[in-house]
């Protein structure tokens, strides 16, 4: 059984910076793929941000140069990094680790970025 346990988030000032944490436990291996989805109110659930084993990484053109997407491989740990962070960027963000053909999801956190 896999679990993925987010933590981080909340309230943010436009321009302030945030960091999230997924921890991947149970019988997930280190060569999955890790990332991080969002969803606003409204809006499809959209790829945020991801990362290989290996340290490829893949962003969304909306967070590109705001966003990175560290992984500590050991610890079965990835992280959502983001700073200068605008309205717009309000989402509940979901963890996400695929290793085919197997998928799973945290349990989401909210992103508030407001004044």
């Known amino acids: 059984q896999v679990r993925l346990v987010q933590s981080g988030g909340g309230l943010v000032q436009p321009g302030g910076s945030l960091r999230l944490s997924c921890a991947a436990s149970?019988?997930?291996?280190?060569?999955?793929?890790m990332g991080w989805y969002r969803q606003a109110p409204g809006k499809q659930r959209e790829l945020v941000a991801t990362?290989?084993?290996?340290?490829?990484?893949n962003y969304a053109d909306s967070v590109k140069g705001r966003f990175a997407v560290p992984r500590d491989n050991p610890k079965n740990t990835v992280y959502l990094q983001m700073i200068r962070l605008e309205p717009e960027d309000t989402a509940i963000y979901l963890c996400n680790a695929v290793l085919w053909p197997n998928q799973y999801w945290g349990q989401g956190t909210q992103v508030t970025v407001s004044s």
């Open positions: 149970g019988s997930i291996s280190s060569s999955a793929v």
């Open positions: 990362i290989t084993s290996g340290g490829n990484t």
